[in-house]
């Protein structure tokens, strides 16, 4: 952004001030992208040229009108808890850092409204005191806020019983604002809603969200282990199928993940790990169906009295495994990938057995479509950008999905394809293609041939 | 039972009355069996000899070393709701009516425990004030026990989160006396519980039962219409399988019997009607798939303001249904199946398109091993015994199991095959073979072949 637009840019922002100071910059900018080795290359230099850092509606307001005036991209952030670069600006511009609308707006009657900064941790603890809690999680609740999560996660601790935060019932509706010369700001329902989810930002610039809640739960959190790593999963697909046990996670890590990421204490070497989340009066139930896998019950504790903790099984699930051991360990990366409900036990024995130590077997067990499944946050013991393609592609050629967390391209990460719900709303709400640009493939290319 | 024999019998109860008049004799020894006119016949004049009616564990305690020293078959009754005719004794002697012990012994921490003969309605009422509720309600709620319900029941209002009573962590553990000199009351846990599951009282005396509860929910009733059968079943099939939808009752009435159980307010002739709770906030999302399907809501109403009256919608679901039916309308009776998860949507369309209006479709969605399906409790113009075996054979010959609900043998209902735990379970607490003699074909075989 050249001097000129920025002196103009900070005239219509007023007193909204807008930061340049270049270590601020640098930080803003980046997500947990550093992950993935091929996205701390691709995004090595990515930034902002400016950050603003509204406290509401009314500011964000000026700066969708501003960015529009002056043809500035802007890139929304929430709290860089990211994987793909969301956050990362690629052709520079403005980053608005939506943490500073943080309000708890309203909580009642099993539905919890926010404004878009708001961190998850602050919403669940406000539903804990109104007898509601959250139905979903991802492992970063504790800085990530629900817009973030919304446009950039999937789902997490709760997604064994609720899915993910995209399917119908999760997220009720959402308040979101056009870039334009009067930005437009207009609740969407439902379906509409939903094609604001996972879009990076690109569509329309979302204030607000509104979350269906479940009724707040006596979480037990229990770490159990097994001899073998296909007992686990046996075990694991057996539990999730269990009505009778309602369950808020299910995490299962292959031998040697538990001893990697700081589970040494309560796993043996050589034996599979599994961490649940279930209703207290369950522990009977889960105790059984384990023996019947070889597994027992190492250690369980209250989930209310390390809630919000490291000391919480949840810090050891989902992408926060990864996080503990990439800090740790060298050359790892990981793979992200979703495995069909019937034939999951059977593709993950398949790839387990093909890739040995290579590719480390972390699963998540969740609800797709309604039927109990699992997902891979497999640990990948990384060598070239050439051998981590062969692995995803074989994954690919035998029935297993792979959400590649290797790329910043929306349509190249999970759905891999272009979502035409997404595409009308950027077209609706973002007609100059300012917000984010270049991270969705299918509205560069309807450009190019426009 | 001689009067020799009978005069012992009382003298041994002491101050616990022995009723032996006719009227009452006719009555208790009755339950719900008239639904099928197989059961009408082959049930006609079995009564027992004479009842009482404990209030405390020690005087069931009396009647069980009672009944034991004068070799006097046992049979017990709860409210007599079921419709297998579990209640009737087959071969005299005592009726044990349960419903004395009504107890709510405690609830806490997401844990009912109560005593046998407590109602499903008051413990649910106590549970709600606690912030809990039960799980799993058959329809016959606010008559049914617990006890009853355990030993008769499958499941019901709530099947489509909970599955059945029987599934693992529902209920959570038994207190059950032997049939003995010196009778003996153990708690049974888990697995071992589940051995006196679904056993008509055949193989121990259940004094208690603890049953696991979920969290109070702000549940929403909901009537909606399709034009066709089909649209309905894929609508109950989309939304059985959507997650961020928490389900308490997805039901699914082919026409006519919308206009036959009294729901012909709420829903035009020749539309399929479904029957509905979710939670509150959900509705929007219902809305959005049924207009998926070219159904729309008719009608809703909060089911905290209609709970436990014959307002809710729960009384036109599950064998209320049925009940309701034959009330009004003769020559009909019903049947009982159980649908595959993924080829129930095929396996209904198949049944529905080739038995016509001689087989009238009653879905109720459920989840079965962790997974969403339907089970039918169809409606059937009857006309002879044999006509309705070919009905059943054709659901069998296509993979459809059936619950035969025209047998009171525990063998030839649900199960289709001995189930070596309850047998070992009866060996073990009713080792002369008095409880409820005749309803247990593997008992009386084996005691033959002995």
Same mark, same amino acid.
Not at 26 to 29: P, V
Not at 140 to 148: M, N, Q, V
């Given at each position: 952004m050249d001097q000129n637009t920025m002196q103009r840019l900070a005239a219509d922002l007023g007193d909204l001030e807008l930061i340049t100071d270049s270590t601020a910059l640098? @930080?803003?900018?980046k997500d947990f992208s550093w992950f993935s080795p091929v996205l701390t290359e691709a995004l &090595? $230099? #990515?930034?902002? !040229?400016?950050i603003v850092r509204p406290t509401s509606e009314e500011q964000v307001r000026r700066v969708a009108a501003a960015c529009y005036r002056h043809r500035v991209p802007l890139t929304l952030r929430g709290s860089g808890t990211g994987n793909y670069g969301q956050c990362t600006p690629l052709r520079g511009g403005v980053l608005m850092d939506m943490s500073g609308l943080n309000k708890v707006l309203w909580i009642a009657d099993g539905v919890a409204r926010v404004q878009a900064g708001a961190r998850l941790v602050d919403i669940d603890n406000a539903a804990r005191e109104k007898g509601w809690e959250l139905r979903l999680l991802p492992s970063?609740? @504790?800085?990530?806020?629900? $817009? $973030?999560f919304f446009c950039g996660g999937f789902g997490g601790i709760g997604s064994i019983t609720y899915g993910s935060i995209g399917d119908p019932g999760n997220v009720l509706g959402v308040r979101a604002m056009s870039l334009a010369e009067q930005p437009e700001v207009a609740e969407f329902r439902s379906a509409e809603? @939903? !094609?604001?989810? =996972?879009a990076y930002g690109v569509n329309g610039v979302i204030t607000e969200l509104e979350f269906a809640l479940t009724p707040a739960m006596n979480w037990q959190e229990a770490v159990l282990s097994f001899p073998s790593f296909m007992e686990g999963v046996r075990f694991c697909q057996t539990l999730g199928r269990a009505t009778g046990v309602i #369950? #808020?996670? /299910?995490?299962l890590l292959a031998d040697p993940l538990p001893q990697m990421c700081g589970l040494g204490k309560d796993v043996g070497e050589g034996r599979a790990a599994v961490l649940c989340l279930v209703n207290r009066a369950a522990l009977e139930a889960v105790e059984e169906i384990a023996a019947n896998f070889n597994g027992r019950i190492e250690r369980q504790q209250d989930n209310a009295e390390v809630y919000g903790t490291a000391k919480s099984?949840? &810090?050891?699930?989902?992408? =926060?495994?990864? /996080? =503990?051991?990439l800090r740790k360990h060298k050359d790892i990366t990981y793979l992200q990938s979703g495995f069909r409900p019937w034939e999951n036990v059977e593709k993950v024995e398949q790839m387990y @057995? =093909?890739?040995g130590d290579e590719v480390m077997m972390h699963l998540e067990f969740l609800k797709a479509d309604g039927a109990v499944t699992c997902s891979g946050l497999q640990v990948i013991r990384y060598t070239t950008e050439e051998r981590l393609n062969q692995i995803i592609q074989y994954h690919r050629d035998n029935g297993v999905h792979v959400s590649n967390p290797h790329t910043y391209i929306l349509e190249d990460g999970g759905k891999?394809?272009? !979502?035409?719900g997404q595409l009308a709303m950027k077209q609706r709400l973002d007609p100059a293609g300012l917000l984010n640009p270049g991270k969705m493939r299918s509205w560069d290319e309807k450009g190019a041939a426009a």
């Open positions: 640098q @930080r803003y900018s &090595e $230099g #990515k930034r902002a !040229d400016a970063t609740y @504790r800085l990530a806020t629900a $817009g $973030g809603a @939903r !094609d604001l989810y =996972h #369950k #808020k996670l /299910l995490t099984l949840v &810090e050891h699930t989902w992408n =926060h495994t990864t /996080l =503990h051991i @057995r =093909h890739f891999l394809s272009v !979502d035409p």
